[in-house]
């Protein structure tokens, strides 16, 4: 009788096991689940951009200068995201007021001169999330409203058009809450080189700009 009463109880503790296993598992704390970086966002973004504009003339007398740019930009960005596992690929848009600019001294008192009075791209983005960070690379299409200038002892013109290049550059997000998003991003946009037509008493030129943006942005997820 003994054997069979602890043959028993043996028997109903191997039932009990994986109940009990079971019931301290469910009484663990669950892991939060990672950031879905999925979804659509719209934000704003401001910086600093620099570069270098080569000017050549292609009428009269030839002549060459290659002013230094600089300055701030401010606008807006739209895009969206899809995350799988730990990808993550896009699109996004930007608009931006800018101004940009430098000259250069041709002679004593004649000096030409760029300036980028706004830019924006729209661009491909692809990345990889580590919950709350995402690190990317975007490129895509870069627009440009772009001025040629020029004065000559108080005399001068401006001619702006719109320049059409490309763009590729880095970015680093983390997202503070599930709607809030902050990082920042490095750009380098070249937009070839672009013919202006100028008034009858100057030289019509080229002109190829080359630029680097560093800027922080805010975005909004929905």
């Known amino acids: 009788m003994g054997r069979l009463t602890l043959a028993s109880a043996g028997f109903f503790a191997l039932l009990s096991g994986p109940a009990l296993a ?7 704390p669950m892991t939060a689940p990672g950031f879905d970086w999925t979804g659509y966002y719209a934000g704003l973004q401001a910086g600093y951009g620099w570069g270098s504009s080569d000017i050549s003339g292609t ?4 002549f060459a200068a290659s002013p230094d740019v600089d300055g701030g930009f401010v606008g807006g960005h739209v895009a969206g995201l899809w995350q799988f596992n730990q990808a993550v690929i896009g699109a996004r ?13 041709l002679d004593p008192g004649n000096a030409v001169g760029t300036e980028v009075k706004w830019l924006g791209s729209i661009n491909a ?14 490129g895509g299409v870069a627009f440009a409203g772009i001025e040629t200038s020029q004065d000559v002892g108080g005399s001068g013109f401006a001619r702006t058009r719109t320049g059409t290049g490309w763009t590729i550059g880095a970015g680093v997000d983390y997202a ?9 991003q490095y750009r380098y946009y070249d937009f070839g080189k672009e013919h202006f037509d100028v008034p009858d008493d100057f030289s ?3 002109q ?10 805010f975005s909004y997820k929905f």
């Not at 009428?59 to 030839?62: A, D, F, I, T, Y």
């Not at 983005?125 to 975007?138: C, H, N, P, S």
């Open 22 to 28: 079971a019931d301290a598992i469910a009484d663990l």
């Open 59 to 62: 009428e009269g007398e030839p």
């Open 93 to 105: 848009a930007e608009l931006n007021y800018a101004s940009i600019d430098g000259s250069a001294l």
């Open 125 to 138: 983005e692809a990345g990889l999330a580590v919950d709350r960070w995402l690190i990317y690379g975007v």
């Open 176 to 184: 503070l809450s599930s709607n809030i998003v902050v990082g920042a």
């Open 204 to 206: 019509d030129r080229d």
């Open 208 to 217: 190829d700009l080359k630029l680097h943006t560093l800027g922080v942005n």
